[in-house]
């Protein structure tokens, strides 16, 4: 596996799916509580820099074990997971290549935090995509109509 794991060639990917770790209900996680700062709609500061930490944590855990290259590493998540792709991505550049993010959001408590990375502003490595319904909850998105 660690011979493939540094190849070049795209045909070699492992994706892993790491689960949030606070119970939201039932068979539910989520990365961070949402919370109110300053009149605003943020996450829980204590709990997102926790979850940054473990994310960080697992991509570290990965490379040692398979010995991945470190350069080929993609975060991508949805909703929260989003939130969490570019927390980590934009305040730890130097060991993520890109970003795939889902209806996230970059909270205003954490903007002070980024760090410039040349590697995240190439077109090729970020996907954004935005949806109008939480599809678990069936809420609107501000911003959008009934008829989205």
């Not at 944590?57 to 010995?67: A, F, I, N, S, T």
Request: proline letters at 7%; charged letters at 20%; hydrophobic letters at 35%.
């Amino acid at each position: 596996m660690p011979d493939r794991a540094r190849s070049p060639s795209p045909r070699y990917r492992l994706v892993v799916s790491a689960r949030a770790p606070y119970v939201l209900g039932e068979g539910s996680y989520e990365w961070f509580e949402d919370a109110t700062v300053n009149g605003r709609l943020d996450g829980d500061p204590q709990q997102l820099a926790a979850s940054r930490a473990r994310i960080v944590r697992v991509v570290d855990e990965l490379v040692k074990k398979y010995g991945f290259d470190r350069s080929r590493v993609y975060l991508v998540g949805f909703s929260q997971g989003a939130t969490m792709s570019y927390k980590v991505a934009l305040t730890e550049p130097a060991g993520i290549k890109g970003i795939g993010v889902m209806s996230g959001a970059i909270f205003p408590s954490f903007l002070h935090t980024l760090k410039r990375s040349p590697k995240l502003v190439a077109p090729e490595s970020v996907y954004f995509a935005w949806g109008c319904r939480q599809p678990h909850t069936g809420q609107l998105r501000a911003g959008c109509s009934p008829a989205s």
